[in-house]
């Protein structure tokens, strides 16, 4: 059998698989489930919403998958028809591949993705690695987005390399190593906003199953996003080790000079698990995605890139 490329073993699969399984069972509504074709592999997508509602796909974070996703969403569920694609490289119902993050394989993925799923334009949103992909689709494919929102997004900025090491490495290596649970709670002390029983489970489960992909994705410039005119909304987190809230927004005003931005106080890189923030966040994202206003925004002139810089594709 040939050995995985994303998974440590074959047991390491079946065990993320049937955490896959558990959250699905407790989503609150229904949904369909669709494999789609793309050129790097089989890409799995989960459903859900009314069938004439407006179109929204969705990218979740890394070590997780759609049935992770889908559940913070909360009130999106009834406005939208949404569709949170599982990461190919990052969850277990994708292709067992790792994509190139120097270059267009991710947007070229994605859009394949959303070809095989009819879309033709919609609002996207990535949320730590899935905001990475969005940012590729971004500058790549510009015209197939119509109103973008970044959640703690990957290729904005980096944090400190030393509380990188101290309060998630560290922690991280010493639980794949020695597991315990006071092991785990410290590592997820460091990521999670709320402690979540089943959430903090699964990821023990998936930090020892996986084969971590720790390569930093390469940050966007001012020139790689000149083509990128539509509405965006951005979030941070203001405690978040990796990217931190207050430089991310400010890089993310940089790079999108029309975005808004909103800090999530009191939030680590992994928000808040519970209903009272799911509302708060989605009915954000619910009047961004609705205002007219930002879709007035869209049709404003880009600034021109920095004398001296095109804007490449990748």
Known sequence: MTSSIMFR??????????????????LPVPTRSREVATRFGATHVLIAGPESAPPLVCLHGALASSAHLMPELGPLLARYRVHVVDVIGQSVKSADVRL?????????????VLDALGLARTHL????WGGFAALRMAQVAPARIDRLVLIVPAALVSGSAWQGL????????????FPSEERLARLVSGLFSTHDDMWCSYFGDAVRSYRLDFRP???????????FTRPALVFGADDDVSFPGAKLLARAKE???HAETELLEGCRHSPPTDDAFRAR???RITRFLGSDAARDAADVAPPP????LAAPVA
């Open 9 to 26: 073993s074959p047991e390491a699969r079946a065990r993320i698989a049937a955490w896959f399984d558990r959250f699905h069972e407790k």
């Open 100 to 112: 190139p993050i120097d270059g267009p394989a991710y947007a070229e993925w994605l859009t394949d």
């Open 125 to 128: 949103l990535g949320v730590s």
């Open 166 to 177: 101290t309060r998630i490495a560290i922690p991280m290596a010493l639980y794949r190593a």
């Open 217 to 227: 994705p390469p940050l966007a410039t001012p020139a790689s996003l000149a083509g």
């Open 255 to 257: 790079l999108l000079p």
């Open 281 to 283: 966040l989605c009915g």
């Open 305 to 308: 890139a920095p004398p001296g």
